[in-house]
């Protein structure tokens, strides 16, 4: 006669508890994949028109950095102290933007003679003595034009604060540029008052004067010498 093993309440009772546990590891394990599978991608400027003008931005400053070490002056220290200061804020940037922190790119020409300005003629409304046409909504003065310069170069901030201004790889301070986005038609003229390792890098008082909402990179950019 066989008899049959009955489990005391002790024993239920743990047994119980690790089906428990058991259950409730598999679920953690889930759930931790689960929120590993949702993490939030970076992106990098290949995928981001936003990230590659912080990435440009970066590179800008960077080269600016390595050329005022590679031939220093009196003022390089200081120089070069504020770019830092404008990359650590570039890196916030990007990172607010999901972007890669610190991926440099330079976007930069190497500097080229200037040709002598071509003769502009003026449009019909001028020759007839019109009073409206020239005018721009991106404002800053930009009705004036010239010399076409840097053909090809794109444009994009450096990160410094203060008044509309540029910096130029090209031109010396007190140089007067204007600059339009072809894509939404906006217009600035600013002063050139430092060097910087592009043709033209608008601080951001200027690149707010034509930037398109939440991009960080003209590509399609018409820069004239006016002054």
């Known amino acids: 006669?066989?008899?049959?093993?009955?489990?005391?309440?002790?024993?239920?009772?743990?047994?119980?508890?690790?089906?428990?546990?058991?259950?409730?590891?598999?679920?953690?394990?889930?759930?931790?994949?689960?929120?590993?599978?949702?993490?939030?991608?970076?992106?990098?400027?290949?995928?981001?028109?936003?990230?590659?003008?912080?990435?440009?931005?970066?590179?800008?400053?960077?080269?600016?950095?390595?050329?005022?070490?590679?031939?220093?002056?009196a003022q390089s220290e200081a120089r070069i102290a504020n770019r830092e200061a404008v990359i650590a804020q570039i890196e916030l940037q990007q990172k607010a933007s999901g972007c890669t922190v610190g991926e440099s790119a330079q976007d930069s020409q190497p500097a080229q003679p200037e040709q002598p300005a071509q003769p502009q003629q003026p449009a019909p409304e001028e020759q007839a003595?019109?009073?409206?046409?020239?005018?721009?909504?991106?404002?800053?003065?930009?009705?004036?034009?010239?010399?076409?310069?840097?053909?090809?170069?794109?444009?994009?901030?450096?990160?410094?604060?203060?008044?509309?201004?540029?910096?130029?790889?090209?031109?010396?301070?007190?140089?007067?540029l204007k600059v339009t986005n072809l894509d939404n038609n906006k217009s600035t003229t600013v002063e050139v008052t430092g060097v910087s390792g592009s043709c033209a890098l608008l601080n951001n008082a200027a690149f707010e004067q034509v930037r398109e909402p939440g991009k960080f990179l003209i590509r399609r950019a018409l820069i004239e010498k006016v002054g």
């Open 1 to 73: 006669m066989s008899r049959r093993r009955t489990l005391g309440p002790k024993k239920k009772i743990a047994l119980l508890l690790s089906a428990v546990t058991v259950a409730g590891g598999g679920a953690f394990v889930m759930a931790s994949t689960s929120n590993a599978s949702q993490a939030p991608t970076t992106k990098s400027a290949a995928d981001s028109t936003v990230c590659q003008g912080l990435a440009t931005a970066l590179g800008n400053n960077q080269k600016f950095i390595e050329g005022q070490r590679t031939n220093p002056d």
């Open 129 to 176: 003595g019109g009073g409206d046409a020239g005018q721009n909504p991106g404002g800053g003065g930009a009705a004036a034009s010239g010399e076409q310069v840097c053909n090809g170069s794109t444009i994009t901030l450096s990160g410094e604060d203060g008044a509309p201004a540029a910096s130029s790889n090209q031109f010396p301070a007190g140089t007067r």
